[in-house]
């Protein structure tokens, strides 16, 4: 086929959303095939392995490709019509809501939807079903950062900025992140960052790919990155680097803040991060000499049970030092799933409408119940968090709806999640593949993946992308859209659930009209036209100019009342769950770079596995002696929630009183099995990154 024929569009995995084009190859094993697109500037034509190898899950061979029915005689899943399928989802919602009311009835996104999607899933379950218990695996994602920015600034954008700002600034300070195996085409930014002149501090309990970049690396013990921080503005204000001018014209409560951080000494720092005071103040000079500076957070401080003050802290050091709101300097917050920012913009998290607005919000209820043309009073208010939702199904919430998630593998006390799915009277699940959880569920729908259908998504930047349909869906699929319109007519709303991304779009921008997110200046030609939009985006009147959007956020006011920045102040506590003599070692989880997420899709292609096969427990020499363990022996981590085995990795790269799992397998190995689910009480984020374990080895 001649190049012509190729679509450009996006990578289906993470919030880079990568530039590629697709072009059909007509053979069923692998029915496209990856062209590089070098004119988007986020990656330029480069891709990870991931990226490049997308197109195998689209194979008939490894997705769902016709609806399943659980059969009640023997408690298989058997083919089914979609007739019947829809018929059974429908049956077993409708049937929930009238036996328990609305509220038994839950839905579960994913932060892979496209905004449409998102849209008209939360739609979906605040109209038809009438239920406030809806939200979304993007919670497990940035939920503190988000919380953190906006107590600080009034409003959440993962960055403030576009990548291409960050190789232009004088230091970067990068915390909890391992962007050489998350994100691999994203570290050419710092590569060139060095190659200009600036300086690169990495933060992270592992010395990681990433981390061997670095200028600086600490590594402090997990759990204790806001003890690292407001040691460091301790020495900002200490040795008397404190933009004062900024903090006086651009800055609100800052005395409170300035003296939380005095109150934690260096030499205390030290004691309980493990991170020397002289590496803290060689942190100090290099990130304040600069001229201009970003801190750049990813899950390593935010999945924590004190996630949003961590990075609240994070957020002071830049202001105190003057790096916030002015060019090529700020805070930002490195997002993880591919719509982890625009999937809780419109409408799938607990608490909040399209643009970003409110729901317990008066005005907020209304702008959108006017664009739905129903009554303000007839929407439902905030629901719980997702683990509170996973927590309470078969309980309260009898019934599930679930999009795009798979958590009984990625959910914290995964095996607790596992068994409360089990619990529930009725599970529907809509997925490309049968997940872990998909195959627990009494109704499975196979839907459209990236490739078959148009949609948009919105990176980490804030830009707003159009990933179109280059493929014909195999003819048992069907999209998430049509799902939704389809169930939504079966239960009496015959409008109002268009199954046409881009009527959905048309009607997404006019709910967000006026919000934080503002959306309404957004079309798919301007996206197409532009390489993207970045919102902030107001519509304007007729015969006005566009809108240019907004790449960077603050350079002139904030968005809170009075323009001004609020430095929040807060003070160290210990992890949920510190350790002792019976669990002595703390656990910390995160990615490799050849899977993502929970697997559910990366596990499928053989290239893949073939990197990264199976979990294993990362752990330092002398603790590996002390426990007389070897090279790729199985070893069993045990926590107060359970037990998981996978061979043993021996390495320097770790401190000696931390392991590390990957969490993205099921069975034995399910790091997810072992985190603790204890909330941060703002963002109601789950403490992944630190837990208490013993090990054993493994007969």
């Given amino acids: 086929m001649s190049e012509v024929t190729a679509v450009p569009t996006h990578c289906p995995y993470c919030a880079l959303q990568c530039g590629m084009s697709l072009r059909p190859t007509g053979v069923p094993e692998l029915p496209a095939e990856v062209v590089d697109r070098t004119d988007f500037p986020v990656n330029r034509g480069a891709l990870c392995g991931k990226g490049r190898t997308a197109p195998s899950v689209l194979s008939s061979r490894v997705r769902l490709t016709e609806p399943l029915v659980r059969c009640p005689d023997t408690g298989d899943l058997r083919p089914a019509t979609w007739e019947e399928a829809l018929a059974a989802v429908a049956d077993g919602l409708s049937r929930t809501r009238a036996d328990h009311g609305a509220d038994a009835v839950g839905v579960f996104g994913g932060g892979g939807l496209t905004n449409e999607k998102a849209y008209t899933l939360g739609k979906f379950a605040r109209l038809v079903l009438g239920t406030s218990q809806i939200d979304y695996n993007g919670r497990f994602c940035m939920s503190s950062a988000a919380a953190a920015h906006g107590r600080a600034f009034g409003l959440d954008r993962g960055l403030p900025f576009p990548l291409e700002d960050i190789p232009r600034t004088g230091c970067v300070i990068l915390v909890g992140s391992n ?39 600490l590594a402090p013990r997990p759990g204790t990155d806001l003890a690292l921080a407001l040691g460091m503005l301790h020495l900002v204000v200490a040795e008397g680097r404190v933009d004062e001018e900024f903090v006086a014209t651009r800055t609100s409560g800052w005395e409170a803040a300035r003296a939380g951080a005095m109150s934690h000494w260096p030499e205390q720092v030290e004691r309980i991060t493990g991170v020397s005071v002289p590496q803290l103040r060689e942190a100090v000079a290099m990130f304040s000499d600069a001229g201009t500076g970003m801190v750049l957070t990813a899950r390593g401080p935010e999945q924590q049970s004190k996630g949003t003050d961590t990075v609240g802290a994070w957020i002071n050091l830049c202001l105190a030092t003057g790096k916030a709101g002015r060019p090529l300097s700020g805070y930002g917050c490195l997002t993880g799933q591919g719509n982890g920012q625009g999937g809780r913009e419109h409408g799938q998290k607990a608490d909040q409408l399209p643009g ?100 948009t998504m919105t990176n980490l930047e804030g830009r707003v992308l159009l990933r179109r349909r280059a493929l014909t ?62 919102w902030p985006c107001p519509g304007t009147g007729a015969g006005e100019p566009e809108h240019p959007g907004t790449p960077r956020l603050f350079l002139e006011r904030f968005a809170t009342p009075d323009g001004r920045a609020r430095f929040v102040p ?130």
């Avoid at 710092?190 to 592992?206: A, C, F, Q, S, Y």
């Avoid at 596992?418 to 729908?445: G, I, K, Q, W």
């Avoid at 009183?657 to 993205?664: L, N, Q, S």
Wanted: with cysteine; hydrophobic share 40%.
């Fill in 179 to 217: 962007l050489a195996e998350t994100m691999p085409p994203a570290l050419r930014y710092l590569t060139e960052l060095k190659e200009n002149g600036g300086k690169l501090i990495v933060i992270d309990p592992r010395r990681t790919r990433t981390a061997e970049q670095a200028d600086l690396h």
């Fill in 570 to 699: 807060v003070v160290h506590r210990p992890a949920a769950e510190e350790t002792d003599a019976e669990y002595p070692v703390v656990l910390t989880t995160g990615r490799v770079v050849s899977q993502y997420q929970s697997g559910a899709q990366t596990r499928r292609v053989a290239e893949l596995n073939a990197a990264a096969p199976g979990p294993f427990v990362e752990l330092h020499p002398r603790l590996a002696e002390r426990l007389g363990v070897a090279e790729g022996e199985r070893l069993a981590v045990v926590s107060r929630r359970g037990r998981a085995v996978a061979p043993a990795r021996i390495t320097t790269a770790i401190r000696p009183d931390t392991v590390f799992m990957p969490f993205h397998w099921a069975g034995e190995g399910r790091a997810n099995t072992l985190v603790n689910p204890a909330l941060d009480p703002v963002s109601r984020m789950p403490e992944f990154k630190v837990c208490a374990v013993r090990l054993e080895r493994d007969a």
């Fill in 356 to 455: 970003y607005r409110k729901l317990d919000d008066p005005a907020a209820r209304a702008h959108v119940a006017g664009v739905w043309g129903v009554d303000p009073e007839s929407l439902p208010g905030p629901g719980r968090s997702a683990y509170e939702l996973l927590d309470a199904l078969g309980g309260d919430v009898k019934a599930l709806l679930l999009m795009g998630s798979n958590p009984v593998v990625s959910a914290p006390r995964a095996a607790h999640v596992e068994e409360r799915l089990r619990s529930l009277d009725f599970l529907a699940v809509a997925d490309v593949v049968l997940s872990e959880t998909a195959a627990l569920a009494d109704v499975v729908l196979p839907v459209t993946q990236w490739a078959e259908e148009t949609g």
């Fill in 473 to 534: 869906p195999p003819a048992g699929v069907r999209s998430d859209l049509e799902v939704l319109h389809a169930l939504a007519g079966l239960l009496g709303w015959e409008k109002g659930f268009s199954a046409e991304p881009e009527e959905v779009f048309e009607e997404l921008r006019r709910a967000s009209e006026g919000g934080p997110a503002d959306y309404s200046g957004i079309s798919y030609r301007r996206i197409e036209d532009e390489q993207g939009v970045f």
